[in-house]
């Protein structure tokens, strides 16, 4: 429920807006990108207990945006992800342009992705995508792949997932040729969903791991299957101590520590954005 209005929150918002190509190369390469996606993946625990509890310390509003940013920060290096990998531009709506000045988006390989990016005082916010739509497309001509992207790892959320990816249509009109359902989970845990899926879908839509993905893009050798999932979580978790150093010397520079806006990390090593949600997570994975 929870979700669903946060999504109509932005849906509503978004209605009248334009898309914006964000450029890959404000990040000066692709570890740093990586690395906040790994920071999130290895913070997942954290992530939970926080929001479990976040209503009962601050009010909805406030709860409903960060659970928003929270997610979109996840989709949105998700999809620049991809867009490294693909080697292609990568679109997003975006709350700051001016009425009748949409992009126009070209015909040949992209990705949008459906979530809102706000431009607030050089912070580049992101909201999760809306209700009604995928995560992520990935175009080409007339076609389009509907991905979805998930955090959760509880059998509710991955069949609630599921379910949105076989749903969804595309933003651009476009016909939907495959759908694929982005996990963060691997190993044995992943390969059980997976044969699920084959199985009572029949190749209706395509199961990846978010750990997969990131190592192809850091090439490295996936270990065997069996410890696959062992070995790509530390990986993560050896990643994401970089952007903690990162943080711990911004937030010693950095007076004002506003619970929502401190996206904006350390802009000298080439981060476009980093959720201020980021910092409280981590200070409360100091005491759990």
């Known amino acids: 429920m929870l979700n669903e209005s946060i999504r109509g929150v932005e849906e509503e918002k978004s209605r009248e807006m334009c898309t914006r190509k964000v450029e890959l190369n404000l990040y000066k390469n692709i570890d740093l990108l990586l690395d906040e996606l790994c920071f999130i993946l290895s913070k997942k625990r954290v992530f939970t207990h926080f929001i479990m509890n976040l209503q009962e310390e601050y009010d909805e509003k406030v709860a409903e945006e960060v659970i928003s940013i929270v997610s979109g920060a996840y989709e949105f ?3 620049l992800a991809l867009a490294k990998l693909y080697n292609i531009s990568v679109y997003a709506w975006s709350s700051n342009c001016s009425k009748g000045n949409a992009s126009i988006i070209e015909s040949h390989k992209f990705l949008l992705w459906n979530g ?27 076609s389009c792949t509907l991905i979805e992207v998930t955090l959760g790892l509880s059998s509710k959320t991955l069949y609630y997932e599921l379910n949105e990816v076989l749903n969804h249509s595309s933003a651009l009109g476009r016909n939907v040729k ?48 069996a410890n ?4 790509m979580i530390h990986y993560c978790r050896s ?3 970089n952007i903690e150093k990162l943080m711990q010397e911004y937030l010693k520079k950095k007076e004002n520590k506003d619970f929502i806006y401190i996206a904006k990390v350390l802009k000298d090593y080439g981060y476009i954005v980093l959720p201020a949600i980021i910092y409280k997570v981590y200070m409360l994975s100091l005491s759990i």
Do not use: H, W
Request: glycine residues 2%.
């Open 239 to 241: 990643r994401a101590s």
């Open 116 to 142: 809102l990016l706000d431009f607030k005082d050089n912070f580049l916010i992101p909201y999760m995508s809306r209700a009604s739509l995928p995560d992520i497309e990935l175009c080409e001509e007339s």
């Open 228 to 231: 696959q999932c062992d070995y």
């Open 77 to 79: 290096l998700v999809a």
């Open 178 to 225: 495959d759908r694929i359902l982005v996990l963060s989970v691997c190993g044995r845990e992943f390969e059980s969903f997976a044969r699920f899926v084959n199985s009572a879908y029949l190749g209706k839509v395509e199961v990846k791991s978010i750990y997969s993905i990131i190592a192809t893009l850091y090439k490295v050798k996936e270990p065997d299957r």
